[in-house]
């Protein structure tokens, strides 16, 4: 079974732009979360979607948006871009439970560099 | 504030036990403790998770006092593929059920 996968790997942007990722769930996965990993703030929770809904959102300023699909797929936007986004950003994939229950399944991740 | 703590770094030896202990005030009560291991360049990978007393599977063991404040993964006879960045996961129902993440503790095998 395919793992979860992330799209693109790679992005450069510049300050001011806005960014969308998107992120494939496994097969049969329902639950997907996202994940900002930085050096200076670590892991820090995003949010997290189940049937297109978001059930849970961490502590990030508006500028973080996300949303889910009927199959599941999930894509992440970050409009206005500021040097600070820069990051690697996560998302991960559960069968359906929540994401602090559930065994979370992580894709390789989308690494953001804004100029 | 939820806050979880881990040691930063930790080395140890092959062969020996490793215990990487996760510190947690307030966390959820019905939420599970969810312990991760990240190489570079990956995403994290599962390794163990649980609600309390004890839990094993074929890598680690998870325990959990009943206070639940804090756990303590175990890694028996680690080898050098096991150097890595361990993460503990918790969710604290004071911030409505907040994922937070420890800050990461990495482990140095040596031989």
């Known amino acids: 079974k395919a793992g979860v996968t992330q799209t693109p790997r790679y992005l450069i942007k510049t300050r001011g732009q806005q960014v969308t990722l998107s992120c494939s769930p496994i097969s049969g996965h329902r639950s997907v979360s996202w994940y900002q990993q930085t050096p200076g703030q670590g892991l820090q929770f995003l949010f997290e979607y189940f049937s297109e809904t978001q059930r849970n959102k961490g502590n990030f300023p508006g500028r973080f948006s996300g949303r889910q699909f009927s199959n599941s797929r999930s894509e992440m936007n970050v409009s206005t871009l500021e040097l600070g986004d820069s990051a690697l950003y996560l998302c991960?994939?559960?069968?359906?439970?929540?994401?602090?229950?559930?065994?979370?399944?992580f894709g390789p991740g989308t690494r953001l560099t804004v100029l | 504030l939820a806050k979880t703590t881990q040691p930063i770094s930790m080395d140890s030896y092959e062969g020996q036990e490793v215990n990487i202990t996760c510190s947690h005030n307030n966390i959820a009560t019905n939420d599970y403790i969810t312990w991760y291991q990240q190489f570079p360049s990956q995403g994290p990978r599962f390794i163990i998770q649980g609600y309390k007393t004890k839990v094993t599977n074929e890598v680690a063991s998870l325990f959990i006092p009943a206070d639940r404040k804090s756990s303590t993964l175990s890694l028996p006879r680690v080898s050098l593929s096991d150097t890595a960045v361990y993460y503990c996961l918790v969710a604290f129902y004071n911030q409505g059920g907040k994922l937070i993440f420890g800050q990461g503790t990495e482990l140095s095998v040596k031989p």
């Open positions: 991960a994939s559960s069968l359906g439970g929540r994401a602090s229950t559930d065994t979370q399944y």
